[in-house]
Nanobody, 121 residues
Framework: QVHMVESGGGVVQSGGSLRLSCLAS????????VAWYRQSPGKQRELVAI???????NYVDSVKGRFSISRDDSKNTMYLQMTSLKPEDTAVYYC???????????????WGQGTQVTVSS
């Protein structure tokens, strides 16, 4: 079973930056597609950014130009660089390993506890 461990969240002022990290651990870890998600209170979890094993990326419209997803497969780690943060980015951020870019809602790892990002105005 593969487990995801997120870190790097915190409280930041509007316009600030944060870099989230995510480690995939467990037996038989094989990283192909990677993705970041977020969930705000009262809302469903949404896909924020996704990267295929060839490096192709896609982002939800609200973060395009501000967030950047990257990965270090040698460390089983992925990152989410967030800049120009807005109060509406406040959420718990999760990472996972989708089955494919076309199926971001089908993941192959257990969900972690996430990391809280709070952006104050």
């Amino acid at each position: 079973q593969v487990h995801m461990v997120e870190s790097g969240g915190g409280v930041v002022q509007s316009g600030g930056s944060l870099r989230l990290s995510c480690l995939a651990s467990g037996s038989g870890v094989s990283i192909n597609t990677v993705a970041w998600y977020r969930q705000s209170p009262g809302k469903q979890r949404e896909l924020v950014a996704i990267m295929s094993n060839t490096g192709r990326t896609n982002y939800v419209d609200s973060v395009k130009g501000r967030f950047s997803i990257s990965r270090d497969d040698s460390k089983n780690t992925m990152y989410l660089q967030m800049t120009s943060l807005k109060p509406e980015d406040t959420a718990v951020y999760y990472c996972n390993l989708p089955r494919s870019v076309r199926q971001p809602d089908i993941v192959v790892a257990s969900w972690g506890q996430g990391t809280q990002v709070t952006v104050s105005s």
